[in-house]
Nanobody, 116 residues
Framework: EVQLVESGGGLVQPGGSLTLSCAAS????????MSWVRQAPGKGPEWLSQ????????YYADSVKGRFTISRDNAKSTVYLQMNSLKPEDTGVYYC?????????WGQGTQVTVPS
């Protein structure tokens, strides 16, 4: 059974930093690209970043480019999202996701709150 468990969210002041983790199990972690998606209150999901399975390439949405860094540790089956220079508009629930064949798996999410 595929499981994705996010952690590391919390309340942080504007300009602060957080590192999110996503512990994965139930599949061959090193064989799949991993992504982070967030959902702000009252809005639809927003794709943020992806890391390719071999860690050779990373991709970012314009809204987080230069502030967020995605990484992975295949030995620990964990993907990370380092978030710097946080803004109130970064508030939301953050999910790690992956696609296996035609199915998208999501974790339960972790809340990040940046007050204005």
């Amino acid at each position: 059974e595929v499981q994705l468990v996010e952690s590391g969210g919390g309340l942080v002041q504007p300009g602060g930093s957080l590192t999110l983790s996503c512990a994965a199990s139930g599949f061959a972690f090193g064989s799949y690209d991993m992504s982070w998606v967030r959902q702000a209150p009252g809005k639809g999901p927003e794709w943020l970043s992806q890391i390719r399975r071999d860690s050779g390439a990373t991709y970012y949405a314009d809204s987080v480019k230069g502030r967020f860094t995605i990484s992975r540790d295949n030995a620990k089956s964990t993907v990370y999202l380092q978030m710097n220079s946080l803004k109130p508009e970064d508030t939301g629930v953050y999910y790690c996701t992956l696609q296996i064949e035609s199915y998208n798996f999501w974790g339960q999410g972790t809340q990040v709150t940046v007050p204005s």
